[in-house]
């Protein structure tokens, strides 16, 4: 009788310790014809604990962003620009020592979306990698494009669109910066959007 009891207990014991699983032994307060126990299985901490992580985190990405990121929106693209505003502008760069436009639209794809595009200028990026999108269809991911006051009419800087209107760029003057396309410089230069191929 006795060693029952032992091996009942340590059974209890090592179930109780797993990380995956707690059983509760809970009393049946209904009056039930076996007036037992039930066994409620509930889920780890640890799940959860990583869901408010990583919602905690979109939602200092979204802050930093200037938008309101949800769980429907692309989390890694999210989080990786987040990380990239305030880097300085360096003319030829693609790191966090310093990037231009190009630089940035290809560091922040080769970390997001694997290597699908090269380093190259805004221009050869646009005619190289991408199918053209109107401004009303613009998805998060795709890539807008714009003549500047030095390029004239041809493509003279880059940035991916994130969402409400907003893209990420490397302004010449502020570094790494979130934009809105209603800004009247922006919409006054406003050459096209490119979803990559």
């Keep these: 009788m006795m060693r029952t009891i032992i091996y009942i207990l340590t059974c209890l014991f090592v179930l109780s310790s797993c990380n995956t699983y707690k059983t509760l032994y809970e009393k049946n307060n209904k009056r039930t014809a076996s007036k037992g126990w039930k066994f409620e299985k509930v889920t780890s901490t640890k799940s959860a604990n990583t869901s408010k992580s990583t919602s905690s985190s979109l939602t200092q990405s979204g802050r930093k962003l200037g938008v309101a990121v949800s769980s429907s929106d692309n989390s890694k693209l999210m989080t990786e620009s987040a990380s990239w505003v305030g880097v300085r502008y360096?003319?030829?760069?693609?790191?966090?020592?310093?990037?231009?436009?190009?630089?940035?639209?290809?560091?922040?794809?080769?970390?997001?979306?694997?290597?699908?595009?090269?380093?190259?200028?805004?221009?050869?990026?646009?005619k190289k990698y991408c199918t053209k999108v109107s401004r009303s269809n613009l998805r998060q991911g795709d890539l807008v494009f714009f003549t500047t006051d030095n390029s004239g009419t041809r493509i003279g800087h880059s940035g991916i669109?994130?969402?409400?209107?907003?893209f990420i760029h490397a302004s010449s003057s502020k570094g790494v910066i979130v934009s809105s396309l209603n800004d009247a410089y922006w919409n006054k230069h406003w050459y096209s959007g490119g979803r990559v191929r």
């Design 90 to 126: 360096r003319s030829g760069g693609a790191d966090r020592n310093g990037v231009d436009c190009s630089g940035l639209v290809y560091a922040i794809y080769s970390r997001v979306y694997g290597a699908k595009i090269s380093r190259c200028s805004s221009a050869d990026l646009y």
């Design 161 to 166: 669109y994130l969402k409400e209107n907003k």
